[in-house]
């Protein structure tokens, strides 16, 4: 298997590749995804190589984009559609609450939605309102949805085409502020990373840290700062559902915990996250678990955004405060 | 019979000032000199405005940027047919307007400098520029239909793209405004493309305007490019909406000569031959010519014009750089009443800062 250097939209434009090649049934379709192949360049290539019938340039509407994908994928295809921005998937909350996600339950399985939504995510890039924001909360939330955040482009390759070879509805955010971050070697052709597990990015005894996305990769920084404390950070990579069992027993072997995410504090990951510490590891805690994040407010546009996103010394001083509790 | 046509609709065309300056006699609008030399003004300094501004993008010293290139006669036309007291409600492409309407350019520059700040004493009733494609449509309508309940003479004025009448928010805040005939003027910049999706693409209509007559009332298409035009269309429909005639589709016919915003490279999705002839057909230039042959415009005219204004941009642009938003603007304004929550987390910030900048 050939081994090459990619960056993150490398990544992703190589699983869109290889997984349209595979499999005829799988389009693609959203907003200057064709000509233009995208606004980030990360579906370029595709409608030369694939045609206007399964690589789409859709008119200049969200709620019609994943809502006809639900049609699409209700009838055997696997649409896999761009939304631009994140900021812009809120008029998709009513198809993939309502719809998308609930089918099968509806249908008591007569029906699924094998559908991905794409959507590059989060802040650090110096952009517009709505452009740097972290939103999945909104779909971890909806029973039936499954999403999945990578931190890097080895990741990114093998969760998407776990994605698209899902059988439920799928969304797959992209941490835009590492869509050229820096490039690891990705293999060409075929191999998955599981939905539903994370990974160790590190192993540690001291403290557990919980993250995914471009937070991960700020976790990582972090650990620079504190090299007497023995850290294992944890690539959620999923965040539903939620693998329950590599934070358990790192919890159950550290006692304490650190969770970072760029989302609003309140109601984001990091509170079920503590719920299930509390639920299945609570009498191995030695500090209380702690959260770094966003806070409660709208993200500040580029001269003040610095301050809403948690930095690596941020998650330092936490890491800390909870190994000397 | 069985069969017979029931209905039969129309659009208009509307053209005032070809591209060489030549006025229609019988449609020129009655602007005094004084008006005409404003709107002129305006343009050009929306022009200068966005020149800079895609320079100080490429400097760094500026974030993404729209620029308004070639759509000038669209947004200052039809901004100078409102009265002080109507409300107006942007995309993001209308600094034409807004600075018609009196906004103060340093706090357009504040804005796309990265701080919402701008907006700490912004004239009224020129509402927040609305990023997400077409949502705003739907509070012009609001706006429009709370005027009419509260029996005031007052319209509202909405701006969107051709990109925008693809998407619920459009047809539900036209259906609204049939449905209550409420006084909103919906103001279509048809620039020819949303990013990289050209205008045939986006819909199969012929013509964006004749979308008013399946919602039940009147869509007029302009040449957009011709400020006497947009005006006159504008003036019109703001009349008839303050008399209670209801909403009116403008859907002025234009085109954008740069890119969709600084990210954007618009060589991917269209050919230079196609933007040279746009050019021809530059809605500042033909306005220069037709105050030229009124005696207005000349050379001295011009370079005195521009000098005044670039030193006004050069003015504007140093203030607005010097302008230091306060960390506790994060927190200050997301509710009435700071809930304790935010506090916890403002000071938690605060205290962090202090320790960093200690250290």
Redesign the interface.
Known sequence: MRVAKLNMVQAINLALHEEMERDPDVIVMGEDVGVDGGVFRVTEGLLNKFGSERVIDTPLAESGIVGTAIGMAVYGLKPVAEIQFEGFSYMTIDQLAAHASRIRNRSRGTYHCPMVIRSPYGGGVRALEHHSEAVATFYIHIPGMKVVIPSSPYDAKGLLISAIRDPDPVFFFEPKRLYRAFREEVPEGEYTVPLGEGKKLTEGDDVTLISWGAMARVCLEALKLVKDVSVELIDLCTLSPLDDKIITESVRKTGRAVIVHEEPRTLGLGAEIIARINEKAFLYLEAPVKRVTGYDVPVPLPKLEDYYLPDAERVADAIKEVATF | MPRKKILELSVDWLSILDPEGNVDESLEPDLDKGTLEKIYRTMVLTRLFDDKALKLQRQGRM??FGASLGQEATTVGSAFALNPDDWFFPA?REQGAQIARGIPIKLLYI?W????DAYIGMPLRNFT?A???STQILHAVGAAWAAKIKKEKIASIVYFGD??T???DFHEGMNFAGVFKTPTVFICQNNQY????PRE???ASKTLAQKALAYGFEGIQVDGNDALAVYSATKAALEKARSGGGPTLIECFTYRLGAHTT??DPT??RQMVEVEEWKKKDPIKRFQLYLAKKGIWSQDYEDKLIKELTAEIEKAVEEAEAYK?G?E???KY?YAEMPS??KE??DE?LA??SK?TEG
């Open positions: 974030y993404t993001f804005y400098m990265g701080s919402e520029i990023i997400p494609v990109g925008a693809s998407e619920g949303a990013i990289s999706l693409r986006q819909t990210s954007d991917k999705y938003p960390v603007n994060i927190f997301v929550n935010l987390q403002m910030l962090y800062i960093k």
